[in-house]
């Protein structure tokens, strides 16, 4: 690649790129799932998280903006005015809406007389959902142009003083690159179902040590009492009705759990508009009101879980709901697994297995950075630890896929 020949840019609104042009670098890498063993899996080519319907809806809400400490700084690559590739980009004032926590490391910096904040975060907001971040058009020179987004970044942390860049939650091919460049290492775990080519929910129970399998149908049979009905709502079903009643849950359950929910209703509506076809709601009805739900998002191989309300509690509805529906839903659609959301071990017995996740991270300090690297490489350290710990309480018949 002749480096004369492209241009490097910082874009502080998404609505100023064409979205065909963002999608076909966002898309145009195919992304194996997170599992040690990904054979007979399906590679994943269309991260809804990561389109321009998607970052596009977070801004134009009024949900990233540097209000609320999220100032969109996305880095472009263009080669004779043609966007080759890009990454989404945000100057942060704080380190909320990341889930991969590093208040540590701000608190340490700033008694030492430093100034962590802002950072550069190269992720989705509010999204702990790992996918692609180097985005590059297929048929491009992948490598070197990711190198050069890495740079980018970098540059924009040394001219504007900045004292960090954080990639997080990372597809392997970008891993593999940041590594290659010298970036920190980190890693945590989430939990994901795996799709063993079941021809339905009855033969993926099949799979399991007896006494789980009776475990998840009592639980099953326990959520619809109380006359629950469960909806999957999807495509041109979706309403202005089912956001509003949505909505409400994702507001009651949000507030109670995080004080300040992160996203507003006019998001909802803008990704029910652009993203008819990459939406699932999964609703309960009681007596004819909606009184619990759950927001997924379809990719082309993958299920992902990612917000989940009520206004009425009942035993083992969450379960259903979130977990259980997705997982039917994923087997009728042949999609080859599930994801669903950050932290909660409680998912292993109902059939979610640990999947290590990963993130990279360029310090300027170089007091900061020798701290930073000792701590990451026993954290390393534990997180494999636990995640053998956990596999061997998977659910699963011997030979199964923990």
């Not at 929910?261 to 909802?268: A, C, D, K, Q, S």
């Not at 669903?340 to 310090?363: C, D, E, F, N, W």
Request: hydrophobic content about 35%; glycine content about 8%.
């Amino acid at each position: 690649m002749d480096q004369d020949t492209i241009e490097i840019r910082v874009e502080d609104r998404l609505s100023a790129l064409d979205p065909a042009e963002w999608d076909a670098c966002a898309f145009g890498e195919p992304v194996t799932p997170g599992f040690e063993d990904a054979s007979g899996l399906k590679a994943e080519t269309h991260n809804p998280f990561v389109s321009h319907a998607f970052l596009s809806s977070l801004e134009e809400s009024g949900c990233v903006r540097a209000e609320t400490g999220w100032l969109p700084q996305h880095l472009t690559i263009r080669r004779e005015g043609r966007l080759v590739a890009a990454m989404p980009a945000y100057l942060k004032s704080h380190s909320q809406g990341e889930y991969v926590f590093d208040y540590g490391w701000a608190d340490a910096f700033e008694r030492a007389g430093g100034r962590y904040y802002p950072k550069l975060q190269i992720s989705v907001p509010f999204t702990p959902v790992p996918g692609p971040r180097l985005l590059v058009r297929a048929g491009e020179d992948t490598e070197r142009l990711k190198q050069a987004l890495v740079a980018g970044a970098t540059e924009l942390c040394r001219r504007h003083d900045i004292s960090s860049a954080h990639w997080t939650f990372l597809s392997a091919p970008d891993r593999e690159v940041l590594s290659r460049l010298g970036m920190l290492q980190r890693t945590d775990q989430q939990f994901h179902w795996r799709n063993n080519g079941y021809g339905s929910f009855d033969d993926f129970l099949g799979a399991l040590a007896s006494r789980k399998r009776k475990a998840i149908r009592k639980e099953r049979r326990e959520a619809h009492e109380a006359g629950i009905e469960i909806e999957r709502v999807t495509g041109s079903d979706l309403t202005e009705g089912h956001w509003d009643a949505f909505y409400a849950f994702y507001m009651d359950t949000g507030s109670r759990k995080w004080g300040r929910p992160y996203l507003n209703r006019r998001f909802f509506s803008l990704i029910g508009e652009r993203m008819t076809d990459r939406i699932l709601l999964v609703m309960a009805k009681r007596e004819g009101d909606y009184i619990a739900g759950a927001l997924n998002l379809v990719g082309d191989s993958a299920l992902y879980g990612r917000n989940w309300g009520c206004i009425e509690d009942h035993p083992f509805l969450h379960f259903e709901v979130c977990y259980y529906q997705a997982i039917e839903f994923a087997i009728e659609r042949g999609l080859s697994w599930v994801e669903a959301g950050a932290q909660g071990q409680h998912k292993l017995a109902r059939g979610y297995v640990p999947v290590t996740t990963h993130s990279a991270h360029h310090i300027a300090h170089p007091g900061l950075r020798r701290a930073v690297a000792d701590y990451l490489e026993n954290e390393r350290l534990y997180v494999e630890e636990e995640g053998r710990a956990l596999a061997e309480h998977a659910p699963y018949r011997r030979g199964g896929p923990a």
